[in-house]
């Protein structure tokens, strides 16, 4: 973990036994209210409390479930030193508040995997981000290869599917009307939907009668969302983490002059949200990876998409102006670029 005083890195379970050994002299008998401050609620607690008789249990189980972020504990304030510092000063505990707050940094240098060779790079998110991460990715691509052995399963929802494919974009009827097997809907699927946004594939889940796919999606979009405000740019930047896209995409970097230190994933995506409000086109941008040097996103597209995108752009630069942005490549051509009109001290560093 980095210093206890600027740290707002996420604790996990892992850091259980740390911070049980940091609060050793806690008094055990106001474990109650902790859970509460930390925001627990009261029936999770009662059932802590039903479970075992002895108070160190109930103490414990209580870190375990604030460290899980069960119940309102992400409303409150997520698990971090910084917060467990608060929790206290609000119990009274000002000499353990001090304590954690003086934790050298050595004791808690930030929690890291090794770094891990992927595609000729290294991780090194925070372990439960990166994690939590790759497994929502696998988990989505498994949801997606559901929905679609279902589909086959039955012909007359294929042709459903893609009547509703070519009504979202008509001039790609040719492309969409020769998808002939599992495949080649995933690679076309992929084209409108990935981890970052999938409302399509939820919209043709629910059209096709797929309640148990329809539910799943919407549960893992809530999730996704609370990944998406927790992952900082830059941290996502150092990662090895990278979308490739479908075959023939096109790459479309955001520069943006957003403080590095607290802009978040779920930041950028509000970003698009409200920048491409033409849901067609929204929907086709995927995150691929960050630069943090100048803070740039780095987006791919379909590319048949190109030269509707670089339309869009020219006509909207004073929109973009005021989202912060600088500049603005698509296919590796600048489309926007304010740079020109900037002072030295504005530029990203």
Same mark, same amino acid.
């Given at each position: 973990m980095e210093a206890v005083g600027g740290d707002t890195? %996420?604790?996990?379970?892992?850091?259980?036994?740390?911070?049980? *050994? =940091?609060?050793?002299?806690?008094?055990?008998?106001?474990?109650? =209210?902790?859970?509460? *401050? /930390?925001?627990?609620?009261y029936t999770t607690l009662s059932n802590i409390e039903a479970n075992s008789t002895k108070?160190?249990?109930?103490?414990?189980? !209580?870190?375990? !479930?604030?460290? @899980?972020?069960?119940?309102?504990?992400n409303k409150q304030g997520m698990p971090t030193w910084r917060r467990l510092e608060k929790i206290l000063e609000e119990l009274g505990e000002q000499a353990l508040a001090d304590r954690v707050r003086g934790l050298s940094s050595d004791a808690h240098e930030e929690q890291q995997v090794e770094p891990v060779t992927t595609s000729g790079h290294s991780i090194y998110l925070p372990e439960y981000l990166e994690d939590?991460?790759?497994?929502?990715t696998t988990e989505f691509a498994n949801i997606l290869k559901r929905f679609v052995i279902q589909i086959f399963k039955e012909k007359e929802k294929?042709?459903?599917?893609?009547?509703?494919?070519?009504? %979202?974009?008509?001039?790609?009827? @040719?492309?969409?009307?020769?998808?002939?097997? =599992? *495949?080649?809907? %995933? #690679?076309v699927l992929r084209n409108y939907c990935s981890l970052r946004k999938f409302p399509i594939l939820t919209t043709l889940a629910r059209d096709m009668k797929m309640s148990?796919? *329809?539910?799943?999606?919407? #549960?893992?979009?809530?999730?996704? @969302?609370?990944?998406? =405000?927790?992952?900082? /740019?830059?941290?996502? /930047?150092?990662? /090895?983490i990278e979308y490739c896209g479908t075959t023939g995409s096109r790459e479309v970097t955001f520069e943006v002059l957003w403080p590095i230190d607290r802009t978040t994933l779920d930041d950028f995506e509000q970003f698009l949200a409200a920048a491409f409000r033409s849901q067609d086109i929204n929907m086709l941008i995927h995150l691929k990876t960050v630069h943090s040097s100048r803070l740039t996103f780095v987006c791919? %597209?379909?590319?048949?998409?190109?030269?509707e995108m670089k339309d869009y752009i020219v006509k909207n630069g004073d929109l973009f102006e005021s989202k912060g942005v600088v500049e603005i490549t698509v296919d590796g051509a600048i489309v926007f670029s304010v740079k020109h009109s900037l002072e030295p001290h504005q530029l990203p560093s």
């Open positions: 890195s %996420i604790l996990n379970i892992h850091d259980l036994q740390q911070v049980w *050994t =940091e609060l050793k002299e806690f008094p055990l008998r106001n474990w109650r =209210e902790f859970g509460l *401050t /930390a925001g627990l609620y108070v160190e249990d109930h103490f414990m189980e !209580c870190l375990s !479930c604030w460290l @899980k972020r069960k119940d309102n504990v939590e991460y790759f497994r929502m294929l042709k459903d599917v893609k009547m509703s494919l070519v009504g %979202i974009r008509p001039s790609r009827r @040719k492309e969409i009307n020769e998808v002939d097997d =599992e *495949t080649e809907l %995933i #690679q148990d796919i *329809t539910k799943e999606l919407n #549960q893992f979009e809530e999730k996704r @969302k609370r990944l998406y =405000e927790e992952i900082l /740019a830059k941290d996502f /930047a150092k990662s /090895a791919v %597209i379909p590319h048949w998409l190109v030269e």
